[in-house]
């Protein structure tokens, strides 16, 4: 069916927009039973969006290892959010919950809330933490191997995977009143890198996984270039997926930003972090065949704790100037 232009919106305002209501009391749960994201949805979208927001996009499955015995521990959806005291080092035990799909919620005395994710769902976060703090991001830092954005042909032709399409879906998410986009695509400053592939790598990389907005220049993606930006270091929420920074060979592209004190400054100050294990990439690649946990789970929870705790006792090898400049994407 032909649509006249005139008559054409965007998939962010028609079939993928979703209306945030007011939230007159924001209450943050005490730790104990987690929560469902589809009940957390009903409450703060308005009567109708819900609904659609479920059916028009999806949740990735987990992880399909297999036990001894025949079970899949890692392959349900990431449904659940559970309030946890706040800890500066997590143990196996919790990285363990992540992986079986409940996201880790921990409140610091200063306001400041951590998410650690197993699967990089962050509609699901903005709804939650609107639902609990009744609070919406101003700006988004977003450290990832991969962009998570697509273009507006590909939201009218599939149904999308949250996972791997949300920066360009938070704007259909509007704010209460006024209508407008939680974060604009230019609300979300991206930066990547992506090392060479080598031969202990598994799965292999797809071109279209670092599409970006037009507006974005793809030759000033690099850390350093990014953090020089005006206006970038006063991101109110920050999300660092560890597929950024593993395996090895990544960390070497991008473990700089980790060492720079303006980024330090930036997780110090942030409201929100969110931390995502993408446990299907974190020994490279973008096309993943088994779906299954890749890489070290020592090295991921290292990483995650590190990360979580910087500036303080980070110790991460320099990369020579010219090795990082021929690593720029």
Request: charged residues 25%; aromatic residues 8%.
């Amino acid at each position: 069916m032909l649509i006249r232009y005139s008559d054409w919106k965007k998939p962010t305002d028609a079939a993928y927009a979703f209306r945030l209501r007011a939230v007159e009391a924001p209450q943050v749960p005490a730790p104990g039973p987690a929560r469902d994201i589809r009940d957390i949805a009903r409450e703060v979208l308005e009567p109708g969006d819900a609904e659609r927001f479920e059916q028009r996009i999806h949740r990735w499955a987990g992880p399909e290892d297999e036990t001894e015995e025949g079970e899949r521990p890692y392959a349900g959806q990431q449904f659940l959010f559970e309030e946890a005291p706040w800890k500066d080092t997590l143990g196996a035990g919790e990285l363990e919950t992540v992986l079986r799909g409940t996201v880790r919620v921990m409140r610091g005395a200063d306001g400041q809330t951590d998410y650690v994710l197993r699967d990089h769902h962050m509609l699901d976060v903005v709804l939650y933490h609107y639902r609990t703090t009744g609070e919406l991001p101003r700006a988004l830092f977003h450290a990832d191997r991969h962009s998570d954005w697509c273009k507006d042909s590909f939201l009218e032709a599939r149904t999308p995977q949250q996972a791997a399409t949300w920066w360009k879906l938070l704007e259909g998410l509007k704010r209460p009143g006024d209508g407008t986009p939680v974060l604009g695509e230019e609300d979300i400053v991206f930066t990547t890198g992506k090392a060479a592939p080598t031969a202990r790598m598994t799965g292999r990389d797809v071109g279209f996984s670092t599409l970006v907005p037009w507006f974005v220049d793809t030759a000033q993606l690099h850390w350093s270039q990014v953090l020089a930006r005006p206006g970038v270091l006063g991101a109110d929420w920050l999300s660092l997926d560890l597929d950024c920074f593993q395996p090895s060979p990544q960390l070497r592209v991008c473990g700089g930003l980790l060492r720079d004190p303006r980024f330090h400054g930036m997780m110090t100050a942030a409201r929100v972090r969110v931390f995502v294990l993408s446990p299907q990439f974190t020994n490279g690649g973008d096309k993943i065949d088994p779906w299954t946990i890749q890489g070290s789970r020592a090295s991921s929870l290292r990483l995650l704790n590190l990360l979580r705790r910087l500036p303080r006792g980070v110790r991460i090898p320099r990369v020579p100037d010219a090795d990082v400049a021929r690593q720029r994407p």
